[in-house]
């Protein structure tokens, strides 16, 4: 048997969730690592180039993360189903699907490298470093497109402590690399890239090995195209394509209203606060990834007291964890800080001054977070899509487009705790709504066996 079919306590829940909320912490550690390596090696200015270029990157880990969600939440229903042989056929579909997307993605961005980051806001003066930096990462857009494919199956082979530890082993070594890049061979910002996509390929190419030869229930097989299994996937993982392509536009944003603000200084800090907050969140991310395939698996099996139990004991959990992310964010920001600024400065004040109110969406953002992936779990990618358009995108850009007017800089970084608050509002919401719905489906379940079984005495 599956382990997904398991009956959860809230621990047990919460120890099959810890891989992957491992995994991505690892995985945020990627991009957190070469911040460090960039702020303490290159400076001030190479960070802020990295963090123009980011909404680039942001792309190939849309598309992934689309096909990542919808397929295996596609993936782990056919499980459910007991359909192995087309599970297997449609996981060997999307994972070809999503390195094909990461080539031609950087195909494009290849070809338009320059007019693309100079519409990111890159200024003569950063441009060199924005060059070097995406450009050395675009060979291995494929690779990087693999990541979090192979993650989330991972999770739905039952095997979430094996995307951990390659998590881990690709992360050790973009650490590695990254100190032997930036520290001794004084590479720049182009280390940085190339310590990245090497982690990158090392992290697809055992991901191929394993579903080559060791997986349980998933293994590579002769596929076909299925525009209905593709158009599925998709539909139903767009709210994570949404989510990405947000948090790309947001950045783009955050970079050209602090630059209006407060010049270069203002990119760096918000920068260094981005980083920090993929950091804190990958915790939510990780824990709504870890348990998605579980609430698929029941939704695919009609276990609707189970889902609606599991919702409950997923919703406790975010809401502890979002006190600790907010607990850590407070007693961590200075040292925090640090590891990306140690010579202190104007731009080190002004990011600890902007990360205290920032810190309020961590005990916010938690909900919002799992309530999209819930909704991608269910196969319900429409809600999905408008909480993360909401939350990632509507609420953020308008907050952030009308609070500076109010409060100056201080408007700038709250606008993400203001477009938590509003989007757990509708989030609340829709869960309770889906919570009623699976209760009545339970109770008219019940209420046919018990008629079933009447009959049959």
């Given at each position: ?19 992957s ?16 390596f ?34 295996s ?32 993605l ?14 990111l ?80 390929l090392?992290?697809a ?65 918000i ?12 915790l ?18 009609r ?32 040292p ?5 600024l ?11 001054a ?48 009308v ?5 100056g ?49």
């Open positions: 048997m599956t382990p997904l079919a398991q009956r959860f306590s809230l621990f047990s829940l919460l120890r099959f969730a810890a891989p909320i491992g995994m991505m912490l690892v995985i945020a550690l990627y991009t957190v690592t070469d911040g460090i960039i702020g303490r090696y290159a400076g001030a200015q190479a960070l802020a180039a990295s963090n123009i270029v980011y909404p680039a990157i942001n792309l190939v880990f849309g598309l992934s993360i689309m096909l990542a969600s919808g397929g939440a596609l993936v782990a229903k056919n499980l459910g189903e007991g359909k192995q042989k087309g599970a297997a056929r449609r996981f060997t579909l999307i994972t070809a699907a999503g390195a094909a997307g990461g080539l031609l950087a195909l494009f961005l290849g070809i338009f490298l320059e007019p693309a980051l100079r519409f806001g890159a200024s003569p003066a950063m441009m060199p470093q924005c060059l070097d930096y995406l450009g050395i990462l675009l060979p291995f857009f494929p690779a990087a497109a693999l990541l979090p494919l192979f993650n989330a199956f991972y999770i739905a082979d039952g095997r979430p402590m094996q995307g951990f530890l390659v998590s881990v082993a690709s992360g050790l070594a973009n650490a590695l690399l990254d100190y032997l890049f930036l520290a001794h061979l004084g590479m720049g910002i182009r280390g940085a890239g190339l310590a990245t996509g090497l982690a990158d090392l992290a190419l055992i991901g191929l090995l394993y579903f080559s030869r060791f997986s349980r229930t998933l293994r590579f097989s002769p596929f076909h195209f299925e525009p209905a299994a593709m158009r599925q996937a998709c539909g139903n993982g767009i709210s994570e394509l949404v989510t990405q392509l947000s948090v790309g536009i947001v950045t783009l944003l955050f970079n050209r209203i602090t630059f209006v603000w407060a010049g270069e200084n203002g990119v760096a800090a920068s260094v606060i981005l980083y920090a907050e993929m950091l804190l969140t990958s939510f991310m990780g824990f709504t990834n870890g348990v998605a395939p579980v609430f698929s698996y029941h939704y695919g099996a276990r609707q007291d189970e889902l609606i139990r599991l919702l409950k004991l997923s919703l406790a959990a975010i809401a502890a964890g979002g006190v600790l992310a907010f607990s850590l964010s407070r007693l961590t920001a200075e925090l800080i640090r590891l990306f140690p010579g202190g400065g104007d731009v080190f004040h002004l990011t600890l902007g990360f205290l109110p920032f810190s309020l969406s961590f005990l916010f953002v938690g909900f919002n977070i799992f309530a999209i992936g819930f909704f991608t779990a269910l196969s319900n990618g429409r809600t999905s899509a408008l909480l993360s358009f909401t939350r990632n995108l509507a609420g953020v850009v308008i907050f952030l487009l609070l500076p007017r109010l409060l800089l201080t408007g700038v970084w709250l606008a993400v705790p203001a477009a938590d608050a509003a989007a757990l509002l509708l989030a609340l919401f829709c869960l309770s709504a889906e919570n009623k719905t699976l209760l009545r489906q339970h109770r008219q379940k019940a209420k046919a066996a018990l008629h079933k079984a009447c009959g049959e005495t």
